[in-house]
Every structure is written in C-alpha cells, then in structure tokens.
C-alpha cells in the first residue's frame, strides 16, 4: 500500500499545493482501505522515500523546511522525467543553484531569451554539468524536445542525442531543471507529459521559517550561527556514520573467505565501532544543543508568523491589478530595513511587539505608494481580515456571510414585518440570522422595529450604537460589519474603514503622501522605477523636476514607446548606463512586443552598470508587462487630482502667467475661460457617479481645455460680439464631443456647456448651480484665481453637477459593493460550516429545483400562429424560444455540475466556474451568455427568471394581455417593434413614419381594457426624478428614494405630423434601459442591447436641461 501511494505521489501530486495534495492522499487511502490494502497507519512520502541525509543536505542548500517542499524535492529527486518548477519567489531557483555549486561537475544557468543557451545546454549534456533554465513561459522551444522526451540513441559504448542539427555525446551525470515565475502557468498537455511538473510556491509554514532565521540572524546573530553550524556538523557527523556503515557492508559482501578470519575487515569493524560512538555521542549532544537553540528562537516565531500572514496578503494584490507584483526578495528585503528600524527596547515582550509594530506600517507605507487610491483601503482590509483569521479571530462563515451574502432565497422565517425593508433585505436578514452570532436575529429585530428604523434613518448609522441583536451578544468589530452589509450598503466603506481603525489602528487609513524625492532615496542603478499610469496622468513633469533638483536634468533622456521605437530605446539604455544618466521610456504597454526585449535588459543590467544610472518607466495597467521587472523595480502610481477644487487649481496653476493678458476682450476671455475651466472640471468629476454621469465613462485631457482656451482666444481677438454658439458647438461637439459615442451623452455634454458658456456668464449674480458659492469672479490675474479657487469648498456636492443628492448613495453603494467584490477576489475560499463541495452542491441543487420547466414550443406555435394584423404572436413565440434556450442550459449545466462533484462527469473550467458563481451568489457566466440582461445577484436572478416565466404563462393561457409587463419580456424593443407593425398594418400606414406618443395612468393599478391602438406598459421604473401622480409629471427625487415606480404607460403609436401638431407642453425625451448600468453593446440589429426607447415625460415646472443634467431614466429592471 505504501509503495501505491508513493508511486501515486511522485507520478501525480507534484504540480498541486498543500490542500490538493492531502485531499488526494485521504482519496487513494480510502481507495486502499476499500481494497484491503495494507498500509502504514501515518503515511507519508518522506517517511517512505526520504533518505534523512539527503533531506538533511537539501536543508543546508536553502530548501524551505516545510513538507510540500521536501516532498517537490523528493520527487525530483525520484522522478525520471526533468522538472519544471512552478516557482514565483524564486526559492526553489536559489535550492537548485545550490545544489548545483556543490555538486562534483558545477552548475550551468541560462534563459531561453539568451542567444547562446542551446549551447550552453550543449555543453552540458556532453560534459555531464547540471544545467538550469529560468524564467520559462508557457510555451517551450520546440528544440528542446529531444532533451525532455531524453531521446538518447546508442552510439558505440555510450548514448547521443540529437540537438538541433547536432549529435552530442550524452554524459550521464547530466540533469536538466528548468523554473518559471508565473504562479499560475497553464501547460499544453504535449508538455506536462514530458516534464516532471512541480508546484514550489512558498507555504506559509516554510515562509514562517524562513522569517524566523531572518529575524534570529539579526537580533540574536549568535544564536543564528551556532544554529546555522549545528545543522552542517550534525549532517556531516551523520554521513560519516552512514558512509561507515556502507563500507562495513561493503566489506561483508565483498568477503570471499570466513569473516572471522578476515584481518581487514575485524579491524574496520573495530575503529568503526569506536568511530560511530564517538560520533553518536557528538551528535546525541548537539541535537540536545539544537534543541535549546529552538527553544530560544521560538521566542521570534510571532514576529515570523505575522510577517508570512502578511506576505501572502499583500501578494493577492497581484489579482486585482496585473501591475501590483511584489517579490519574496524585495518583501525580505523590507523585513529586514524594518528591523534595523525598529525601536530598541529592553524587555524582548516589548522588543517584539515593536518589531511587528514597526514592520506593518513599512509595510502599509511602501506598498501604498504602488496602488491606486480606490485599491488602498482594499490593501488595509487585506492586512486586518488576514492577521485576523490567522490567529482564529474571525470566522470563515462570518467572512462569507460579507463577500457573498445569503446566496439563497431563504422560504422558512419570520414574514417581513415592517414597511421600509424590501423582500430581498428581509432575505438577508433572514441569512444573516443563521449566523452563530446572529441567532434569532430577525425576532429582535421584529421586536425593535421602531429602534432599528430611527437606527436606519440617521445619516450616519455607523457611529451610533446598534439596537441590540439579542441578550448577551457582544459583536466583534468584524461582526458589526454584517448587519450594516443587510441594512445599509452605503454605509458599508466607512464601516470598514471603522473596523480598520480598531483592528489596526488609525494610520492604516490615512494613506502616506506621495513623494518622489522619498521613493528616490530606496533607489539603486539596478532597480527601475515604474509609474502606473491611471487616466489623466502624467508623471513625466515629476521626473523632470526631480532631475532638475538632484543636477541630473542634463543626463536626462525621454522616448515614448511605440512602433519602431525599440532600437532607439535600446541605444539611450545602453550609453546612460555607461555614463550615468537617467532614461525615460514612456508608454511601455504601447509596446507589448518588445516587453521581452526589454526584460532581457533589465536583466542583464551588473555591477558594470554606472551607479548614476536610472531607468523611468511609464506604463498603463497590462498583463503583458514582465512581471521579472515589476517584481524587482519601485512601483509608483499617479492620479490627477480628484474633486472640483482640485482640478480646477490644477488648471490654473498649468496656465502660464501671462495666459490671462493680451486678448482684445480681457473681460469676456477671463470669464469664458474660467467656464471651460469648469466645465472641464465638471465633466471629469462626472464620471465619480457612474452610469448616472455619463452613460460611458471618457478620458478627457487637459489638451481638450487647451484647444478651447486658444479656439476662444481667436474668436474674441477677431470679432467684437461674443460668438456663443459657435463655441459651445465647437467646445461640445469637436474638441470634447469627439471622444463621446453615446448620443444620450452627447446631448448631455452639449447641455452642461450651455450651462456655463452663455451671455449671463458677465453677470455677476450668475450662479452655476443653487450653490451660491459657485460663481464666475471678476478676479485679474491668475494668482487671483487662484485665491478664488482655493475658497470654494473642498467637497462639490452632487448638485454642482446637475444631480440630485441622492447621487451620494449611489456612489457610496457602487463603491461598497466594489470593494466587497475586491475582497472576494483576494479572499476566494472563505469556507465555514460544511464543506465547499457540500456547500456547493447544496445551492446547485437549490437552484435546479427553483428552474422553471421549458414551454412546449409547438404548443404555443399552434395557439398563437402566424398573423399579419397580430405581430403579438411572433413576439410570443420568439420570446418562448429565448428563454428555452436558457432554461434548457441551466437544466443541463446544473445536472451535469451535480455529476462532475460525485466524479461522474469532468469537471469542465465552464462548470467549475459555475460552481464558484453559485457559492459567490452571482449569475454564472456559463448562463450569462443565454440570459437576458440583468444586474441582480442569483437569488433575486433565479425569481425574475421564474416571473417572466410566469408572465409568458400567463400570456399563453389567457391570451394577450391588456398590460404587458415589459420588464418581463427579454427583447423589449421587438415587442414595441410589432406594437408598431400592428398599428401601421391596421391602419395602412408606412411603419417609417410612425412615432410612440406616451399617456400616463392617473392610478398604480393595470387596466383591465385593451386600448383601441397601442399598448399599455408596466414595470417601468425611474431614477434621478420621481414621477407626481396627481399632477403628471417629474419632481426631484424624495431623500433616500433612489428608483421610484412609474405608473402605467400607454405607449400610443401616431403617424409622425400628428404627432407634432399635439399641445402636450413641454415634455423631456427620457432615455429607458433595460439595467441600470446604461452602456450596452451594439447588437446585429443595429441597436444597444441596453437602450429601449425614448420615452416622452411631462417636465413639469422644469427645463429639460434640468433633467438631461440630472441624468434622469427610466428603467426596466433594478439590480435588486
């Protein structure tokens, strides 16, 4: 049995981590015990194969000392096959050069990108020298076939194989190891049977360790040394025991007379016998030596526990953003600045709480200048949520209950017993309740409804005490987040942020201030600096400056990558390393194809390298940047500054001081550039709120302002009367309208210009918005301006924009659930209660049996044929076949996910997907495909589904109905296209000039009554306004109210010229959607698969600016 399982083990388990591999061994000795297999009670594959010596020497070659790597070096060890290392710290790279440096023929290193590897690999097989290949892709080079698949033909007394065009002597001390530094490759399967794979990313047990002699080297370097000794003494002690064994044996087998009578051999016995008590004696004492040794150095383990919990947290950021790739080295590196840092204290409990102190915050800072501000709070919650769960502070199902909510409509409970808590809340609710620390939660809060609601209603809930959960519950920091998660969303970030500051402390989410001339001084030649770009900067100036400052800005060179341009970069590398200057190569991931070609570079920059020399890189977010230089590099972030004030005073402060002098109107050019200057900043601020500021978020340029500034320069140096017109044309439909696509946004843009440049700009109580503050100065000069700017208030308000307040809550809700999903990326197990399979199978089968079944298509094509005067049925029946083919595929998916979890089926990376979607509580992909388009989370997916099939139903038993409830159909814009075709063919009129005119209800309730003409419509739902019934028309929105119901519309086709003679007042064209996100692609019809229809609202008292400003729609499903 133990021989199957070692065999199983080295065939097969190589490429798996920790979790894998004991979950496969608990399979296969089942497997044994099935079979009545005997085996050993605790197997293990370095008790069957480990041979203690050899693990011994690996040790002193630096090969991390937890299990999974002694097992990896067991097997390739064993293994016939070459290995490949999947090795993204480098660690096993650093054990095989090693190895290799003590072995009897040396060691030889290349990389596929050196021109002269293959013969190095050449010489290699010939003289028998150990040859290492790093930093492999996921592709190899096909000539290295023959040494993998170790194609050896006989050739006299010896072996040769073939090497390119090449036959070389094949010498057997010969071995081949080759290592990549992606953590994830994926390998064709022509190249996995071939190698012997082999999974060596760090565990947090051999990080642990590690860190602990990091930590004992550099507090107590006596103690680390004699530990260091010890182990090399006791390993040597320990071979000379075993290699006095091996002669003995020798001795004995090699014997051709009787043993008593051999001299020789009585007298090796003797001094072998004497030699192996002396050593035995030497080696019984240095192990009790290392014992005490251990026992000393255990007092460092907290500071090394916590530095590896940290480690893999900050390493996760790599799932976020492609550019956020931190090395071992450099992760060491800091650990060990942080010490020498560290304050000295007296007591050693005092000593290492300041140590682990002090590492976490150099850690928080140096990290944060590489993320974006939106990711650096992510950052602090992975630190807290991490050191948390490692020390058993925090529950898994507590964990998941935030990432992921109740994934599942929960039938039994308490009905809902308020008015102000919608059914999807109350489900939360319910799920949160079978939470250990939540139990009968939802009966206290039935209990304290009155409580719970003025608790709901403060603007600031997190800062007042929660109605108590139930008797005797004290809720954990971490625990308060649960109820805030259910009840108020968009109180979710400072909440965090709250539970940041009392699991951490205050600073870790105040953010440290970027300084550049800071990151300068960590600088050396060989390590290259890397601006992240995010839209709108520029880092280039920064540079420039700081060149300025240290004297260098003579040595300075600067190219923007791009077709071409490689070779010329190559050449200023080459001379600024010889010289010392300094390279500025903007816009690398415009040059994905020399990404390679420049990693080579870096790579080959030595000690030659002059010490002045510095390499700047510029690059936007790309995967296709080498991970080789992002790892070894400063990684830096830069971002325009956010807010109105800000961008405005960064305006300013880019004009030159004599902008503002020389033009023939000065009055008119000083107001008119300050209203493209706020305009400018209007629209780049715009993009905070979502889809409710712009449909597509656009990357306006500061160039877009300066083409305006000389454009109005020229018009009011040439005419005498302002041309108003001719400059919000040009300003809104060229020189900012030509990044726009979306027409809905660019009726928007071309209104918030109106807003700003218009005749009332010279007045002076003209004011931009119902915010007295935000008006256009008489000020002069430009330190004047400034002074102005730097008055109005720091935060701009939503309705400086044109929006409602109530704006405020959808940003604060978007940004809650982008940071819960963040998480849920950095944290994809959270596990808790029975196990994920379980877990998983459970909601799979939750999910089939809440499937509808599929209608019966030639049931329904035969009630409801074919008709020219009836376009309904086409509708129907087309409609019927849509969801069909999604009922269909989820029926099918969801049984054979059941299928591949009891091993029936493979698991496919489809159904895998699907499996991790369902316990996320979100739509799988492998359905997202087939579905309908929708925002809702898989509960509140699985009862829309359900509805709209309800409706069909309905449809189908009743016949048509006199109120279709269009949020239900799943292409809505074919049901208003046969709403047209029945009206043009009724009435003989071409379909190409009718238009839908709109008639709203006086009442909620559906009529009853087919119109004579057109259709009557439900499910419509409006945000940014709210609709007055009695008076029909739009209103501001009520507090807090962000989608509020429409009533029934009539939507009455009318031949075009009728239409325009009717006297409906004024009425704003609202665009509708299907989802709340706006933005859609362009489908084979020509048509958004978002947008519906214009639909023609009263506007009441209100211009229509008003409420194109305030981005109000109308939309046919909300995302829950």
């Not at 107590?220 to 025991?241: C, F, G, Y």
């Not at 898989?938 to 069909?952: G, T, Y």
């Not at 209100?1102 to 305030?1110: M, P, R």
Request: charged letters at 25%.
């Amino acid at each position: 049995g133990d021989c199957v399982l070692a065999a199983g083990m080295v065939s097969y388990m190589g490429a798996f981590g920790v979790a894998d591999r004991q979950e496969l061994q608990k399979k296969w000795v089942a497997a044994l015990d099935t079979k009545k297999i005997q085996r050993s009670a605790q197997f293990t594959l370095k008790e069957i194969l480990g041979d203690p010596d050899k693990i011994r020497h690996w040790a002193i070659c630096e090969l991390p000392d937890d299990l999974v790597s002694i097992e990896n070096s067991i097997i390739m060890d064993t293994a016939r096959r070459w290995p490949l290392m999947i090795d993204p710290q480098g660690q096993a790279n650093r054990y095989v050069k090693n190895m290799g440096r003590m072995s009897t023929t040396g060691l030889d290193v290349g990389k596929l990108s050196q021109a002269n590897f293959l013969r190095t690999l050449e010489l290699g097989i010939q003289f028998g020298k150990w040859v290492l290949l790093e930093n492999i892709g996921e592709y190899l080079d096909p000539s290295l076939s023959p040494v993998l698949s170790q194609q050896k033909t006989k050739d006299g007394v010896g072996y040769c194989i073939h090497l390119g065009d090449k036959t070389v002597t094949w010498t057997d001390g010969f071995r081949f190891f080759m290592t990549t530094t992606l953590p994830n490759p994926h390998y064709a399967p022509e190249t996995a049977v071939k190698v012997t794979l082999l999974n060596f990313s760090i565990t947090r047990e051999g990080l642990e360790e590690q860190m602990l002699a990091l930590v004992v080297a550099k507090e107590s370097p006596d103690l680390e040394e004699r530990k260091n000794m010890l182990v090399v003494s006791n390993a040597r002690m320990k071979k000379e025991l075993k290699d006095t064994e091996d002669t003995i044996l020798e001795l004995l087998s090699s014997a051709d007379q009787d043993i008593l009578e051999d001299e020789t051999l009585i007298n090796t016995l003797a001094t072998s016998k004497k030699t192996s008590e002396d050593i035995n004696e030497k080696v019984i004492e240095a192990e009790d030596t290392e014992r005490e040794i251990d026992s000393a150095r255990e007092s460092y383990r907290p500071v090394a526990f916590q530095a590896s919990i940290l480690f893999f947290a900050v390493t996760e950021l790599a799932e976020i953003d492609p550019m956020y790739q931190n090395s071992l080295q450099w992760f060491q590196s800091l650990f060990m600045q942080a010490i020498d840092e560290a304050p000295a204290l007296s007591s050693l409990a005092e000593r290492l709480m300041a140590l682990k102190d002090h590492f976490i915050h150099t850690l928080y800072d140096n990290v944060c200048r590489s993320l974006f501000e939106n990711h650096k709070p992510l950052l602090s919650v992975a630190l807290a949520t991490s050191l948390l769960r490692a020390e058993g502070k925090l529950d898994d199902a507590d964990l998941r209950f935030l990432l992921h909510g109740s994934p599942v409509e929960i039938k039994k409970g308490l009905p809902n017993p308020t008015d102000f808590l919608t059914k999807q809340t109350w489900n939360q609710v319910l799920g949160l309740a079978l939470l250990p620390a939540f139990e009968r939660f939802e009966q206290h809060f039935a209990n304290a409804v009155d409580e719970w609601k003025r608790w709901l209603e403060h603007p600031e809930p997190e800062k007042h005490a929660m109605p108590g959960v139930g008797p005797d519950t004290t809720l954990t920091p971490f625990q308060q987040l649960l109820p805030m998660r259910v009840l108020r969303l968009d109180r979710l970030t400072q909440s965090i942020t709250q539970f940041v500051i009392t699991t951490l402390g205050e600073s870790f989410v105040h953010p440290p201030a970027f300084e550049l001339r800071n990151a300068f001084k960590d600088s050396t030649n060989l390590t290259p600096f890397i601006f992240i770009l995010s839209p709108g900067s520029d880092p280039v100036g920064e540079v420039i400056n700081l060149s300025v400052e240290l004297h260098c800005h003579k040595k300075l060179e600067i190219t923007s990558l791009g077709q071409g341009q490689g070779a010329k970069a190559e050449r200023m590398i080459e001379d600024a390393m010889s010289r010392g200057g300094w390279v500025l190569l903007c816009n690398c991931h415009l040059a994905e194809s020399w990404m390679p070609e420049l990693e080579r570079i870096c790579e080959g920059i030595g000690a030659s390298c002059h010490r002045d020399f510095r390499m700047w890189l510029t690059a936007a977010p790309s995967a296709a940047f080498p991970v080789a230089i992002l790892q070894s590099g400063i990684k830096l972030t830069t971002e325009p500054p956010k807010g109105l004030r800000a961008n405005l005073q960064r305006t300013y402060l880019s004009l030159d001081s004599r902008a503002l002098e020389g033009c023939a109107q000065p009055v008119p050019f000083r107001k008119l550039l300050f209203a493209f200057a706020f305009f400018h900043a209007v629209v780049q601020e715009r993009r905070r709120f979502g889809p409710i500021g712009w449909n597509i978020p656009y990357d306006f340029t500061n160039e877009d302002f300066n083409v305006c500034k000389l454009q109005l320069r020229i018009f009011l140096d040439q005419y005498s009367e302002v041309p108003y017109e001719v400059l919000r044309t040009i300003g809104a439909r060229i020189n900012y309208g030509g990044r726009v696509t979306d027409d809905k946004d660019k009726r928007l843009i071309s209104t918030l210009l109106e807003t700003y440049v218009c005749p009332d700009i010279l007045s002076p109580s003209y004011t931009f918005c119902s915010r007295t503050e935000y008006f256009c100065s008489n000020a002069e000069t430009r330190e004047e301006w400034l002074e102005f700017i730097r008055n109005l208030p720091v935060t701009a308000g939503p309705e400086v924009f044109g929006l409602h307040p109530n704006a405020n809550i959808s940003v604060a809700v978007r940004e809650a659930r982008q940071l819960v999903h963040d998480i849920t990326t950095l944290i994809p197990q959270a596990g808790g209660g029975d196990t994920e399979a379980d877990s998983t199978l459970t909601l799979a089968q939750q999910a089939e049996a809440a499937t509808p079944e599929l209608f019966d298509e030639v049931y329904v094509a035969a009630r409801f044929p074919i008709r020219y005067e009836e376009s309904m049925n086409t509708v129907l029946v087309q409609e019927i076949e849509r969801y069909n083919r999604l009922l269909s595929r989820m029926r099918v998916t969801l049984a054979d996910f059941q299928k591949a979890l009891k091993g029936l089926v493979v698991m496919s990376e489809d159904l895998e997907s699907l499996g991790h979607s369902l316990l996320e509580g979100a739509v799988p992909k492998v359905w997202e495909a087939y579905s309908f388009l929708s925002m809702k989370p898989l509960p509140s997916w699985l009862n829309d589904v359900k509805a709209r099939v309800a409706f069909l139903r309905r449809w189908i038993s009743g016949g048509t109905p006199a109120t279709f409830w269009m949020s239900g159909l799943y292409f809505p814009q074919g049901f208003l296209t046969g709403t047209m075709q029945n009206y043009a063919r009724k009435h003989h009129i071409p379909i190409d000039r009718i238009t839908f005119t709109f008639e709203f209800a006086n009442t909620m309730i559906e009529p009853m009554e087919h119109p004579a003409d057109g259709c009557h419509v439900s499910g419509l739902w409006l945000e940014g306004a709210r609709w007055v019934l009695n008076d029909h028309r739009l209103d501001w929105s009520n507090p807090k109210q962000l989608f509020t119901q429409m009533p029934v519309v009539t939507f009455l086709p009318m031949p075009e010229d009728v239409a325009e003679a009717r006297d409906t007042g004024v009425l704003y064209a609202c665009p509708s959607y299907k989802v709340v996100s706006r933005a859609g692609a362009l489908s084979t019809t020509g048509r958004s698969t978002n947008f519906v229809q214009m639909i023609d609202v009263p506007s009441g008292p209100f211009t229509t600016s008003v409420w194109t400003k305030a981005g109000v729609a109308i939309f046919l499903s909300l995302p829950d």
